[in-house]
Every structure is written in C-alpha cells, then in structure tokens.
C-alpha cells in the first residue's frame, strides 16, 4: 500500500514530459539517440533532444504551425485544411503548398504520381516514390498528426 502511495504521488508531481510523450524524429532509419534531429512534444516542435523553451522549432495550434513559440497571425508559417498545405494564412487554393493524400505529400493540389514529394510507411519518410532504404529522409517510431509531420518536414526542408 505505501509503494502505490509513492506511485501515486510521483505521478502527480513529475513533469509529464518525463513520461514518456515525446516522440523523437531520427535521421534516416536510424534509431541511435545521437541521430535525433528533433523531438515532437505537446504540440511544439524541439531542436534534438532539448526540451528547452528557448529550442522551440515551431509550435502548433488549431491548425496552424508557428514560428518558435509565438501564436502571433503574422507568425504563422503554415496552415492546415483538409490536407492541403497552405502559405501563411491563406486559404486559398493558388496557395497551397503540398497535399496530403493517402500515405503520400504531392506539390501543390496536384494528385500526379511525378508530383509526389515524400512518401510514408512504417514510420519512415522517403523520397519521392521510393521505398528503398537508402531513400529514408527520416523515422518516427511513433504516429504524428499531419500537422506535426508537416512541421517536421519543413524543418527537413522538403518543401
């Protein structure tokens, strides 16, 4: 009974970044800790490993990916809507930047096998339509929303 006791209380006084809900993006296939590149947590986006405010990468919120930690409108980078990548705020179709579809990432609104930028399996990214190995960009062990991915792949410099 005292250990649940102890169980119980370290679970409300831990911070919850110490349980375990970051999810780490790795460089190819690798999943060695050096090759981190950046971590995903609690809707932002971190440099590596850091967990630190002042390496925020982005941050997401309703749709929209932010510059740092800022959720100024003049700070959004991009957003998402019905799967489509848009410039800043805009929402306008001649300012999509890429699309969702399926397990792929196309260039603009275009659904064209040639246009396809990244795809994903497993957990993987690849480039263009391969899935070979040596085509990983990056890994994630575990799911990240589309928002979070798109983040990801802009810090990647895929699009």
């Given at each position: 009974?005292?250990?649940?006791?102890?169980?119980?209380?370290?679970?409300?006084?831990?911070?919850?970044?110490?349980?375990?809900?970051?999810?780490?993006?790795?460089?190819?296939?690798?999943?060695?800790?050096?090759?981190?590149?950046?971590?995903?947590?609690?809707?932002?986006?971190?440099?590596?490993?850091?967990?630190?405010?002042?390496?925020?990468?982005?941050?997401?919120?309703?749709?929209?990916?932010?510059?740092?930690?800022?959720?100024?409108?003049?700070?959004?980078?991009?957003?998402?809507?019905?799967?489509?990548?848009?410039?800043?705020?805009?929402?306008?179709?001649?300012?999509?930047?890429?699309?969702?579809?399926?397990?792929?990432?196309?260039?603009?609104?275009?659904?064209?096998?040639?246009?396809?930028?990244?795809?994903?399996?497993?957990?993987?990214?690849?480039?263009?339509?391969?899935?070979?190995?040596?085509?990983?960009?990056?890994?994630?062990?575990?799911?990240?929303?589309?928002?979070?991915?798109?983040?990801?792949?802009?810090f990647l410099g895929v699009f």
């Amino acid at each position: 009974m005292f250990l649940v006791r102890i169980l119980a209380f370290l679970l409300l006084v831990l911070p919850s970044e110490g349980l375990g809900n970051d999810t780490a993006v790795f460089r190819g296939s690798s999943r060695y800790r050096s090759d981190i590149i950046c971590t995903v947590r609690d809707g932002r986006i971190y440099k590596g490993t850091s967990s630190y405010r002042s390496d925020v990468l982005f941050s997401i919120k309703d749709g929209k990916i932010y510059k740092g930690t800022s959720s100024y409108r003049s700070d959004v980078i991009f957003t998402l809507k019905d799967g489509s990548i848009y410039k800043g705020n805009s929402s306008y179709r001649s300012d999509v930047v890429a699309s969702f579809k399926g397990e792929a990432l196309y260039k603009g609104t275009s659904s064209y096998r040639s246009d396809i930028i990244v795809n994903f399996r497993g957990g993987k990214i690849y480039r263009g339509t391969s899935v070979y190995s040596s085509d990983v960009i990056a890994s994630f062990p575990d799911h990240l929303s589309q928002e979070e991915l798109s983040a990801v792949l802009y810090f990647l410099g895929v699009f």
